[in-house]
């Protein structure tokens, strides 16, 4: 499979997430501070709730629900209670095109 457009990056606010569904996959798009684009999962491995609907802060989304904050990098929990990661996506961007693939994962040591 390869990357898919999911949005264009006009329709991202920055620090703001955006819930997307790529073939039947969840994810969370944010356009930080720094302008870049980051994809994870959306939901948050302690309680299955939508991790969009939640706050990003510099280089985290905080689960709006019970506090923990995942980084948008690695997709590691900062905090509990949660204490999985969740999966983070590689990003294409191409002129204004937000591409992903959901099948390809960042590895993240």
């Known amino acids: 499979m390869s990357a898919q457009k999911v949005l264009s990056l006009s329709e991202l606010t920055q620090d703001t997430a955006v819930r ?21 999962g959306d939901l948050c491995t302690h309680g299955d709730i939508s991790l969009s609907d939640g706050f990003v802060e510099g280089e985290t989304l905080e689960c709006w629900a019970h506090g923990s904050a995942f980084s948008l990098r690695t997709g590691r929990p900062l905090n509990l209670p949660a204490y999985e990661p969740v999966p983070v996506y590689v990003v294409t961007i191409d ?13 993240v040591n």
């Open 20 to 40: 997307v569904e790529v073939d039947g996959v969840p994810m969370a798009v944010v356009l930080d501070g720094n302008g870049e684009v980051h994809a994870i």
């Open 95 to 107: 002129g204004d095109d937000v591409l992903i693939d959901p099948t390809v994962t960042k590895e």
